[in-house]
């Protein structure tokens, strides 16, 4: 509750908004899981993995516990409103230490080898991300999953040429939770060591579909661009303020591509079209 509080400061920040269509040699910086990586299935099967082994926990204790299985879409909808895991947990039937259990087999499960080949290319996504190669623009990966995940995945896409550098985490276990400080602290260090490279971050964008993305363009400075294919919804994702809100990775990337000067006759919510 703390770090949701914490983000009124970050929705202060005005949002500069770039007017030009890109240009070669231009940097973006993006989120990975949601705008690049479809995470639903991984994250649907870590929860019904945790029900089962909370389950089956206390199976051996001799106690039955009454399991109400959400569905996908149940469950989804929960996720992209940011509904608590405790919630998600006390629907499911669980309750008091019941919901401690559930909650240390998610964080256990969640980055398991064994369900992050579940993980899907957003639809869109690779076309977008060959059209900004053709285009020149540098895609800067900035992503609370560990470097080595993403080239893996992006490997088996045939998408790694596409990415100039990947700023990933060291621990495996600090995608889940998502904090906003953590995606703050390393955005402002990425654009840090561009400048070091003697690369201009001053028309730069900033990608992803969290509240912790919006707020760490926000707070670097940049323009942001919040995307509703992922884990948060548009209706959630318009209470922190983007610059942009689009449904996916290929929309954001006509958007870029076009200059804000191409649609600025269309209706303000054609930018928030989900």
Known sequence: MQDVLS????????????????QAGSTLFCDFDGPIADVSDRYYSTY???????????????????IRWLTKAQFWHMKQNRVPDTTIAD??????QEVQTFLAYVEDFVNQPTLLHQ??????????????????????????????????????????????QIYGAQDGSTAYPNRVQHK????????????????????SWM??????DICAGQAAGLSTLAL?????????????YPTRLYR???????????????????????????
């Open 7 to 22: 983000l009124a400061a970050f929705r202060l920040h005005a949002n500069p908004v770039a007017t030009e269509p890109l």
């Open 91 to 96: 629907w499911s039937g669980l309750s008091g």
């Open 119 to 164: 993980d899907q290319l957003q639809p869109g996504a690779k076309a977008a991300l060959v059209g900004l190669q053709d285009r020149g623009v540098r895609v800067v990966i900035v992503t609370l999953r560990q470097a080595a995940q993403v080239l893996d995945f992006l490997h088996e896409y045939d998408l790694a040429t596409t990415i100039s």
């Open 184 to 203: 703050v602290a390393q955005l402002k260090d990425a654009i840090a060591d561009q400048h070091r490279l003697g690369i201009n971050t001053a028309a």
């Open 48 to 66: 019904g993995s945790a029900l089962t082994a909370t389950q089956a926990a206390y199976a051996k204790r001799g106690i039955l516990l009454p």
């Open 207 to 212: 990608i992803g579909d969290t509240e912790a």
């Open 228 to 240: 509703t294919c992922g884990i948060r919804s548009a209706s959630y994702l318009k209470g922190f």
């Open 248 to 274: 996916d990775l290929y929309a954001a990337t006509e958007f870029l591509m076009a200059g804000q000067s191409a649609v600025a006759s269309l209706q303000p919510s054609t930018f928030y079209a989900s």
